[in-house]
C-alpha cells in the first residue's frame, strides 16, 4: 500500500509516540502487577485490513483508557465481594469514539436501506475481578449519539490530513440523544497443553448488555498458541467481548496467535435502528450475528501490543458487500 506524504508522516509520529510509551512501560520492571495500574490506547478502523477496505458501516473507533491497581477498599468493593465472593476488584475507566456510515458515502442523502451516519461517544465505567482461570467484569456506558460526538470532525478532518476527500452525507447523521447501556462479562481460561515451552489455552467468554445504546448477548471462544499465556485473558477490543486490558509482568517476553469465533443475538443498537425519541435514518438489525477473528499479542515486562484482524458477518438485513473486516491495534503500558 502506497501511503501518500502526509499518511506517512503521520503514521511515523503515532508510532514514534507508541515508542516513547513503551520505553515508559519498561520502567516498570520489577513491579507487582496487583499493585499496578494500566494505560491502553486503543484504534480501530475498516481500513487497517488485509483488504484495503474503504469507509463503510463500523469504520473508526478509538479508546484511551485506565485501570487501577487492585484495592479491597474501593467504593466497588462491596459489589465486587457480592457478586465474586472476592473484595480485591480494580476499576476500570475509559472514553471512546466510534464512527459508523453508510455504504454510499460519496452520495449526500444515502439511499433507503443503507446504514446511517452515526458516532458515538462514551465514558464507561467498570468493576473488574481475578481470579486464577477467570476474569470478570460489570459496567456502565453513558454517553451521546449524533452531532455531539464529532463523528463528522473527526472523519472528515482527518480525510482532510491525509489528502482524501470528504464523507458527503453527514448531514442526514442521527441526532444527538443521550445513550446509557450496562454489561457483564466473563472470560474463563483453561489450559490444553504445554509442550517444549509451547503452550496452548482456550477462552470461552460470555457477556450481555442492555440498554439504550444496545442491548445484545454474545459468548465465542478463542484459541491460543505461544509463551506466557497465563499472563493475560486475550487482547481487548472496543466495546465488545474481549479480555480486557490487564495482563501480568514478566521478566521475559511473552507472545501468543490467537483465532477466535463469536455470535451474539441481538435486540437493539441505536446506530442501526436510529434515533429513539426523532425521526432519522435506520434500519432492521440483523438479529443473529456472528465473526471470526485472529491475529497476535506480545507482551514484555511492562507493556503490551497486540493486533486483531475481524471478520463480521452482516450487521442488518440490507447489508452490501458481504462480511464486513475491521481492524484493531492497542498498546497497553503499565505503571
Not at 248 to 277: C, M, P, Q, R
Amino acid at each position: 500500500m502506497h501511503l501518500p506524504n502526509a499518511q506517512r508522516s503521520l503514521v511515523v509520529a503515532v508510532y514514534t509516540g507508541l515508542a516513547l510509551l513503551v520505553g515508559t512501560g519498561a520502567q516498570a520492571q520489577g513491579r507487582d502487577s496487583a499493585a499496578s495500574s494500566f494505560f491502553t490506547l486503543q484504534e480501530e478502523n475498516s481500513t487497517i485490513s488485509t483488504s484495503g477496505l474503504k469507509d463503510r458501516y463500523y469504520t473508526n473507533g478509538l479508546r484511551a483508557a485506565y485501570v487501577s491497581p487492585e484495592s479491597a477498599d474501593s467504593m466497588l468493593s462491596n459489589i465486587a465481594d457480592t457478586l465474586w465472593g472476592d473484595r480485591n476488584v480494580r476499576v476500570a475507566f475509559d472514553v471512546t469514539q466510534q464512527i459508523y456510515t453508510p455504504y454510499a458515502t460519496h452520495y449526500p442523502i444515502p439511499p433507503a436501506g443503507d446504514e446511517p451516519y452515526a458516532g458515538v461517544l462514551l465514558a464507561n465505567l467498570a468493576a473488574v475481578q481475578d481470579a486464577m482461570n477467570t476474569r470478570s467484569s460489570v459496567g456502565l456506558n453513558l454517553g451521546v449519539v449524533g452531532p455531539s460526538a464529532y463523528g463528522e470532525q473527526i472523519q472528515n478532518g482527518f480525510h482532510d490530513l491525509i489528502g482524501q476527500g470528504h464523507n458527503q452525507g453527514w448531514a442526514t447523521q442521527l441526532h444527538d440523544e443521550p445513550v446509557f447501556a450496562v454489561n457483564a462479562a466473563r472470560v474463563w481460561r483453561y489450559g490444553l497443553t504445554d509442550m517444549g515451552g509451547l503452550e496452548a489455552d482456550m477462552l470461552p467468554a460470555l457477556g450481555v448488555t442492555a440498554g439504550t445504546l444496545r442491548s445484545a448477548a454474545e459468548g465465542g471462544v478463542t484459541l491460543r498458541i505461544g509463551h506466557g499465556l497465563q499472563r493475560d485473558f486475550g487482547p481487548s477490543r472496543i466495546r465488545a467481548l474481549s479480555g480486557g486490558d490487564v495482563f501480568s509482568a514478566g521478566g521475559e517476553l511473552g507472545w501468543y496467535a490467537f483465532a477466535g469465533v463469536k455470535a451474539g443475538a441481538v435486540l437493539n443498537d441505536i446506530t442501526l435502528n436510529g434515533n429513539d425519541f426523532q425521526r432519522s435514518p435506520g434500519v432492521s438489525i440483523q438479529p443473529l450475528v456472528g465473526e471470526v477473528n485472529f491475529g497476535v499479542v506480545v507482551l514484555g515486562d511492562g507493556f503490551r501490543v497486540s493486533y486483531m484482524q475481524v471478520v463480521q458477518s452482516q450487521t442488518f438485513k440490507t447489508q452490501k458487500g458481504g462480511a464486513h473486516e475491521v481492524g484493531s491495534l492497542a498498546l497497553t503500558v503499565l505503571f
